[in-house]
Structure formats: structure tokens, C-alpha cells
């Protein structure tokens, strides 16, 4: 199983994390936190993937971009099966730590997207770190329980002005090369009773059986296979009439309430035949 994120954070539980920087320089999320929950992990392998930018226009801040928790911890647990990349951004640094202490750290610079590969084991006990394609190192003290993912804590934290963007997250039990990207498909948006509004570049409607009809540009995904469909909104506003939103594609339907906090909903383990894709408002 595959978990893939790129620009809209589709799969994330109660996200905070929003799809762009405050000024949309960068296609890719920043400002917040979320949780990737990892539901249907077979094996005791994970790959971990993701590319890394910061800015000169904005001050630095040190965070923790990804954390992965194991299946003998809890979320947000930090125990010694946890995986923790650290951006020590003061330093110019980035890090593989393990119950925060650093185990490896490389150079890294500002203004160039950087890519962070790492390989877990909890069969082996190890897990491999790679920066831009260079094996930075083996750690050999790791886990040896056979535990298995479970989910992971992904932080583009807003502070002082500054904003680590994150983008190609890819998060697989199975085997991908470190230099896999993520493809965005196009698609074409039929608007039927919806309201656009172009500043905050959404969507609304307070009359029910108001439509928004996604057909993606299937063409871009000529020799990929769909294994796997999430279709998700970043952020909700519960309306005064609407309280649902309704999702069909094909046979498929489901209906789930809009989420008071404002947090966004997103509706998983959908069919893989994204041809047709339909968001529905209802009361």
C-alpha cells in the first residue's frame, strides 16, 4: 500500500495544514500539522520520501518535518521505534534522530528543494538515510520487533514569518526509487449550483443537490496503475442549510457530515476508477 501526498492534504485526520504557503510561491503544503494515518501497512519495511525547501526571504525555525510512529508506540508518542527527521534550519542542518538524539545530520541549503529518503527495517533493526541521492548513513541500533507503521506526524509549522514547505510525500510498505515523484492530474471542474470564490479559491452553496463534477485528464496517467483513491477538501465552513457533503464515483456513494472545526473532511478507500468523481451539498 501506497500513501501519496503532494499538494492537498486529501489524507490527513483533524488537518491544520494548508495547501500553500501564506503567498503561494510554492506549490506545496506548509503552515500547520497533520496526521497520516497508516491503516493497512503489510510489511515491516517502510520507505519515506519527501522534498524539503526553505526560504532566505523568511527567518529560520527548527521543527520536526516528518515523524513516524510504530505499532508499539501511540501517535505522538516518541519512543525509540519512532522515526524523526529534524530540519536544525539555525544550523543549516538536517537530521535522522531517534528519541531526539541525533544519529546522523547533513548539510543542507536554502533556496534549493532538497530530497529526504529513508528506508526502515524493524526485521534488520536498521534504518538507511539518504540526502539528494547520497547515502548519508546506517543506523545498525534501530528496532528489531518486527513492528509496523501506524501513522505519521507531518509539521510545516508557522513561525516568525517562516514556513518549511514540504512536497512528493511518499510513504509506501513497498519498494519505490528514491528519485519517485508525484504527478498532479489535471481535471475539469463542472460547476452546478456552487458559488466560486476566486480570493480564497473555493467553492460554496447553501442550496441542497448542488454539484461539483471532477473528471481528471486520465491521459497523464498513461502507464500508471490507480491503486488507491482519497478525495478530500482542506478546508469546510458548516453552512447554515448544508451540513453534508455527499461523494459518488460510479456505484460508490457516501455522505459524511461537514466538520464544525473547519479543519476540512476527506472521504477514504474510495473505488479506483477516478473517471467520475461527483461532491454533492445536502442538508
Known amino acids: 500500500m501506497k500513501y501519496i501526498n503532494s499538494s492537498i492534504p486529501t489524507l490527513f485526520d483533524n488537518s491544520t495544514l494548508k495547501s500553500y504557503t501564506n503567498n503561494k510561491k510554492y506549490k506545496c503544503i506548509g503552515n500547520g500539522e497533520a496526521k497520516l494515518t497508516l491503516p493497512n501497512v503489510q510489511n515491516t519495511k517502510l520507505y519515506v520520501a519527501f522534498d524539503l525547501f526553505y526560504d532566505t526571504n523568511y527567518n529560520y525555525i527548527n521543527c520536526y518535518p516528518i515523524q513516524v510512529y510504530m505499532s508499539d508506540g501511540a501517535y505522538d508518542k516518541v519512543i525509540k521505534s519512532t522515526i524523526q527527521v529534524y530540519l536544525d534550519a539555525s544550523k543549516k542542518l538536517i537530521k535522522f ?17 532538497h530530497r529526504i529518503y ?20 546506517t543506523y545498525t541500533d534501530y528496532v528489531k520487533t518486527g513492528v509496523k507503521a501506524i501513522s505519521c506526524k507531518i509539521a510545516s509549522t508557522f513561525w516568525s514569518n517562516y514556513i518549511p514547505t514540504m512536497k512528493n510525500i511518499i510513504i509506501s510498505d513497498q519498494y ?28 460554496g452553496s447553501e442550496a441542497e ?45 457516501d455522505t459524511k457530515e461537514i466538520p464544525t472545526n473547519g479543519n476540512g473532511m476527506y ?17
Do not use: H
Open 267 to 283: 472521504f477514504d478507500e474510495l473505488p479506483t476508477n477516478i473517471k467520475d468523481i461527483t461532491l454533492t451539498a445536502k442538508k
Open 97 to 113: 534522530r531517534n528519541t531526539s538524539n541525533d544519529v546522523f545530520s547533513a548539510s543542507i541549503y536554502m533556496n534549493v528543494w
Open 118 to 137: 529513508l528506508v526502515i527495517d524493524t526485521v534488520a533493526g536498521t534504518v538507511n538515510f539518504y540526502l539528494d541521492g547520497d547515502k548519508i548513513g
Open 176 to 203: 519505490f526509487p528514491m528519485n519517485e515523484t508525484v504527478i498532479e492530474v489535471p481535471a475539469t471542474i463542472t460547476n452546478n449550483g456552487f458559488t466560486f470564490d476566486s480570493s480564497g479559491d473555493s467553492y
Open 209 to 253: 443537490n448542488s454539484t461539483l463534477k471532477l473528471q481528471p485528464d486520465l491521459s497523464v496517467l498513461n502507464g500508471y496503475k490507480v491503486t488507491g483513491c482519497n478525495v478530500g477538501m482542506g478546508t469546510t465552513v458548516l453552512g447554515d442549510t448544508i451540513k453534508n457533503i455527499q461523494c459518488s464515483m460510479g456505484n460508490y456513494s
